[in-house]
């Protein structure tokens, strides 16, 4: 069961003299909710940014699935079943749902003439069915550049699940979404992992959503892994709250 | 029956006109075959500029490419090159007309091609450059060109290469290059009416909206790139081979590589017309050519002015083009297939669903 599918070991990454993350180490879970918090600036968003290989690391190594992947670049990472969503929401937004949900599907076995294929009745219906899944069905043929910033979230998520990834990054799920939309969004999210078995390695800042939610919490601060453990561990650890609250 | 002719409309209006326009007009044959050759120019230029988003400045290079690969090839099949184009001021070279139709024939297949393959090999270089950046790397691709096969005495230099002499009488020839450009614009836009409505077209809607995202996504953006260019660039290269013939010379910097007519007409034909649509290009064209050929006759000297105005207008007022005007002011009329009598839903009116913010 505790099988670790994505293993960081020493990673450590600078932009010039700032030290943005600095040796860290962590591993996540197989089919588990493993949550990422620490206060702004601690360098959660960049150490994703490292592991679905958006710039190169300085140094250290990230393992996904046994597979070493910190040479790879972002396409071929994506394609292994290793997917992010954005901080700040990223949509297709001049194509309607529906084109969004179809141009999701899995490329990791798509070869050349693949581009020209058009998509098949059971592709349209699972992308229909996960637009229901997230609440967008009604809206599926509305310009995704349209939609509210949380319906592009509740969007982003479908396009992800979409995918088929193994492993989904999400880098603030509920950052700017109604307070009363994000119990739908976290009965979602556990559905997603439970229903679809897909591991989940959330950035959260709302400490009432990670601490439902995650098996498991890693705690950062200055660029640093300061602390981890399972959440109510973490809830009472000096160290992190002193991070966030700041020292007395 | 009738459902294909309903959903073939514009094909078959188009069909139509294009194939008894000749006989018609036959006075303005050669205009009418021009704008055909402008159409296949916006249509093709959408692809990039309008469906994926790159604003290519250079495309009129595939169109010179094509031009010069289909001389040398229809010349080298039967003589050297370089005394040809050396020769042709003082001595006739005559072609048999199976030499010219083997010729013509095999020139624009490898003009085609040709440009497809440097297309793709551009791709390597100039798809790292992104907005801007892109349109002055392409922009630089064609004036290169232009300087280069300007000093390459091989292909006749700046004093061009005078183009096999068509087998026929002058009435039959116009007929045969109208019909030739006229075909080729038909398939391309058929081609392109199949291509959108598949995975290819939604990709390259995508790099258009967020190519980060897209790659994020794990799609094979640079493949979708190079091939939707090479695409482009076939068609211009089989364009510029024929147009080659039809003029029956080319030189580099006024006909092979004319960046500031042909390479620009094609960006303000597709803005006029809207961009990232299948028919825009093909407005945009028309009316484009039109407004340019009656100003030629009806107000030279002034005609430059009049299509700079045009240009500053499309492009300061009227950037989203006829198509897209339509489009925001019918949008009922434009939604996609399957949703035809759409409920208020669909429009947005509804209240939210339970869920959705």
Redesign the interface.
Same mark, same amino acid.
Do not use: C, W
């Given at each position: 069961m505790s099988e670790p599918i994505i293993e960081l070991h020493d990673v450590s990454k600078a932009y010039g003299g700032v030290i943005a993350n600095r040796a860290v180490s962590l591993t996540v879970e197989r089919g588990s909710i493993t949550g990422l918090i620490g206060p702004n600036g601690s360098g959660k968003t960049t150490l994703f940014n490292s592991i679905?290989g958006y710039h190169p690391i300085n140094s250290g190594s990230i393992r996904f699935d046994g597979r070493e992947i910190s040479q790879l670049r972002?396409?071929e990472i994506?394609?292994l079943g290793l997917?992010?969503t954005?901080q700040t929401t990223? #949509? %297709?937004?001049?194509?309607?749902c529906?084109?969004n949900m179809? #141009?999701?599907i899995?490329?990791?076995k798509?070869r %050349?003439f693949?581009?020209?294929?058009?998509?098949r009745p059971e592709v349209v219906e699972r992308a229909e069915q996960l637009l229901a899944f997230?609440?967008? %069905?009604?809206?599926r043929?509305?310009r995704a550049g349209?939609l509210?910033?949380?319906?592009q979230k509740?969007l982003e998520f479908a396009?992800a699940l979409m995918?088929e990834p193994t492993v989904l990054l999400l880098d603030e799920p509920t950052a700017g #979404?109604?307070p009363t939309?994000i119990n739908?969004l976290l009965d979602r999210l556990k559905r997603a992992n439970a229903e679809f078995g897909i591991t989940l390695f959330i950035i959260e800042h709302n400490m009432r959503v990670i601490m439902n939610t995650a098996s498991k919490i890693y705690c950062m601060a200055h660029g640093e892994l300061l602390a981890e453990g399972p959440p109510a561990e973490i809830q009472r650890d000096r160290r992190v709250i002193e991070a966030y609250l700041g020292e007395h | 029956m009738t459902l294909f002719v309903r959903r073939n409309l514009p094909f078959l209006l188009i069909f139509a006109m294009g194939a008894v326009a000749p006989f018609l007009f036959p006075d303005i044959s050669n205009e009418i075959a021009v704008l055909w050759l402008m159409i296949l120019f916006a249509s093709t230029w959408d692809i990039l500029g309008g469906q994926m988003g790159y604003n290519s400045l250079g495309n009129i290079f595939f169109f010179g490419a094509g031009m010069y690969i289909c001389a040398v090839v229809q010349i080298g099949l039967y003589y050297d090159v370089g005394m040809y184009t050396s020769g042709a001021r003082t001595t006739h070279i005559v072609f048999t007309n199976a030499q010219y139709f083997t010729g013509f024939a095999l020139g624009t297949l490898a003009g085609g091609v040709g440009a497809a393959v440097l297309a793709v090999a551009a791709g390597f270089i100039l798809f790292g450059l992104r907005g801007p950046y892109f349109a002055i790397g392409t922009l630089g691709l064609a004036i290169a060109a232009a300087e280069l096969i300007s000093s390459w005495e091989w292909v006749g230099a700046a004093s061009g290469i005078s183009m096999p002499v068509f087998p026929g009488a002058p009435e039959t020839q116009k007929l045969f290059f109208y019909f030739l450009l006229f075909a080729l614009a038909f398939v391309l836009l058929i081609f392109l009416r199949w291509?959108y409505?598949?995975?290819?077209g939604?990709?390259l809607?995508?790099i258009?909206?967020?190519e980060?995202?897209?790659?994020?996504?794990?799609?094979?953006?640079r493949?979708?790139k190079r091939?939707a260019w090479a695409i482009s660039a076939a068609f211009l290269g089989v364009s510029g081979a024929i147009f080659a013939n039809m003029t029956g010379f080319i030189e580099p910097r006024d006909i092979a590589f004319p960046t500031t007519t042909f390479n620009l007409y094609m960006v303000v034909m597709v803005l006029l017309g809207g961009k990232?649509t299948l028919w825009g290009p093909v407005v945009g064209a028309v009316i484009f050519h039109t407004l340019k050929e009656v100003t030629w006759t009806y107000f030279l000297g002034w005609q430059y002015v009049a299509l700079g105005l045009l240009i500053v207008v499309t492009i300061v007022y009227f950037q989203q083009g006829v198509v897209g005007w339509l489009m925001e002011k019918y949008p009922r009329r434009f939604?996609?297939r399957g949703?035809q009598q759409?409920d208020q839903?669909?429009i947005?009116l509804?209240p939210q669903?339970?869920?959705?913010?």
């Open positions: 679905v972002v396409q994506a394609r997917l992010r954005f990223r #949509i %297709y937004g001049k194509m309607d529906m084109h179809l #141009i999701s899995p490329h990791r798509a %050349y693949d581009m020209f294929a058009r998509e997230v609440g967008l %069905y009604e809206k043929f509305l349209s509210s910033f949380g319906q509740l396009m995918n #979404i109604n939309l739908g | 291509l409505s598949t995975n290819f939604i990709a809607n995508a258009r909206d967020d980060e995202k897209a790659e994020a996504m794990g799609l094979h953006t493949r979708y091939t990232g939604l996609p949703t759409p839903r669909a947005g509804a669903p339970e869920g959705a913010e």
